[in-house]
């Protein structure tokens, strides 16, 4: 014990914040917080009980950083028999089986027709399709609706603006196979606050089979409200193995992954996200290359309860501003009442409450805007501007550490894990500028203002991008 009270680093403070919100600290002795939850070199809990290695806390708190508030947390049993290939998903493969004799069977001059495939010899025997009255319903009208924002978008930063107004939120995206496969860095994705009253879950892969596994397992295993697939991510990486946007250039097998998903989900409605167009590619040309409106009527005859588009192509990335009016002519597209979310450049409520009403679409979503200012949501939900300040920003800084320790953990780990995390999102953050300075309330995402004094130390330290400067962090 002496040479480990040598070897370990400095106390941050003698208040842990897991254990003023829990009122334990599963870290322990190597929490950098632990001389406020420790007595005689003991670990003991909000009552002084001594918290021993057999005890009843620490069954329910297998390893450091689970708190008794998340929901997802899946059992040794489940993770072994994922990564044994024990796990039982014969549904699934009967599904994809179905699926490619269907398909097999199709005319091979109608690849993109839905006559060709209903009229298909075998058409009968495929159990994918659901009917109209069997589509699960998920209610998104209306509501203000963060992006599955990769790393950044981790559940600290959900559970931040879930308290400033968020309805509906979505974790980060997961690979299909990993999850599959039992990778426990890709089942903690899957993680939910008690507090994310509508959660979802986003997936992607490019194999019928392995979506559909994935489906199968996340219906039977996982507390969300519906499951979103990923057909919109621009990355190299993700797009080597069929996945993210590279599936809109492949409609027949995004056909196969959506009608099997939706048979494989029970109980959870299935839903989409995509982008105008995987890359300029000349076809279409009345709408400059992009397809996204053709995709939109089969989707939904396919099983998608919801749809999702991002007004930008894969290739754009973020370098254009998106357009709205194309995905008002895609939201045109639609046969059936499926709800419609619009995506891009979302900054201020104006912005949210013009694309409802003149751009034809149910909700907005919104990603680096909610990076930028959290508080987006409170606005959104009020109507109004908020002048925040600089210590309610800094509070809301604090607010987020306090979360990531519980959820990492308080122990060195956790905290390097949280420091990493919070730097990540203040790379955001220090783009806002104040409402007070500007000449206009309605500052624009792609705005790229001159440094700037802030009307004190503390904001102008927030504005800063030299991380030296930045709270002293």
Not at 62 to 81: A, D, Q, T, Y
Not at 233 to 259: F, T
Not at 300 to 322: C, D, N, P
Request: aromatic share 8%; proline share 3%; hydrophobic share 35%.
């Amino acid at each position: 014990m002496e040479a480990f009270q040598a070897a370990k680093l400095p106390e941050i403070s003698s208040e842990c914040p897991v254990f003023k919100a829990v009122g334990v600290c599963a870290a322990g002795l190597n929490c950098r917080f632990a001389s406020g939850h420790t007595a005689d070199g003991k670990n003991v809990d909000k009552d002084g009980q001594v918290l021993s290695k057999g005890c009843e806390w620490h069954q329910k708190i297998p390893h450091i950083g689970m708190v008794p508030r998340e929901l997802n947390i899946f059992s040794e049993e489940i993770r072994l028999g994922l990564r044994k290939r024990t796990y039982d998903f014969s549904r699934a493969t009967d599904l994809a089986k179905a699926w490619a004799r269907w398909h097999s069977q199709r005319p091979k001059d109608a690849a993109d027709t839905d006559e060709a495939y209903t009229a298909a010899p075998d058409s009968a025997h495929f159990v994918g399709p659901v009917v109209e009255a069997e589509r699960k319903r998920v209610d998104l009208a209306g509501k203000s609706y963060l992006a599955p924002l990769t790393t950044v978008g981790n559940l600290p930063f959900r559970r931040l603006c879930v308290g400033l107004g968020c309805d509906v939120t979505v974790g980060e995206m997961a690979l299909a196979h990993s999850v599959v496969e039992g990778y426990q860095s890709e089942l903690a994705l899957l993680r939910r606050h008690e507090s994310e009253k509508c959660f979802g879950v986003q997936v992607a892969g490019g194999d019928v089979e392995m979506m559909t596994k994935c489906a199968q397992f996340i219906d039977e295993n996982v507390d969300c409200d519906f499951v979103d697939i990923n057909c919109g991510c621009p990355l190299d990486e993700v797009h080597r193995r069929g996945a993210g946007s590279r599936l809109m250039a492949k409609a027949a097998h995004l056909e196969g992954i959506v009608r099997c998903m939706s048979g494989a989900l029970k109980t959870k409605a299935l839903t989409l996200k995509f982008r105008t167009a995987h890359m300029e590619d000349g076809k279409n040309k009345d709408f400059n290359g992009r397809y996204a409106h053709n995709l939109v009527p089969k989707l939904e005859s396919w099983g998608v309860s919801a749809l999702v588009l991002h007004g930008r192509t894969a290739r754009q990335r973020y370098t254009k501003l998106a357009d709205w009016d194309y995905i008002r002519e895609c939201g045109g597209r639609r046969q059936r009442k499926t709800p419609f979310i619009g995506c891009g450049d979302a900054m201020n409520w104006e912005e949210v409450e013009e694309h409802c009403q003149t751009h034809g679409v149910d909700a907005v979503m919104v990603g680096r805007g909610a990076l930028i200012k959290p508080w987006l949501f409170t606005e959104i939900k009020e109507k109004r501007h908020w002048d925040i300040s600089a210590s309610e920003r800094l509070d809301l800084i604090r607010n987020f550490t306090n979360y990531g320790l519980e959820h990492w953990g308080a122990d060195a780990r956790g905290v390097e894990t949280t420091r990493r995390f919070l730097l990540e999102w203040l790379s955001f953050t220090c783009r806002y500028v104040p409402i007070g300075l500007l000449e206009v309330q309605q500052a624009k995402i792609n705005w790229r203002p001159r440094p700037y004094v802030g009307r004190s130390d503390l904001e102008t330290k927030m504005a800063s991008t030299n991380s030296k400067e930045s709270l002293g962090l």
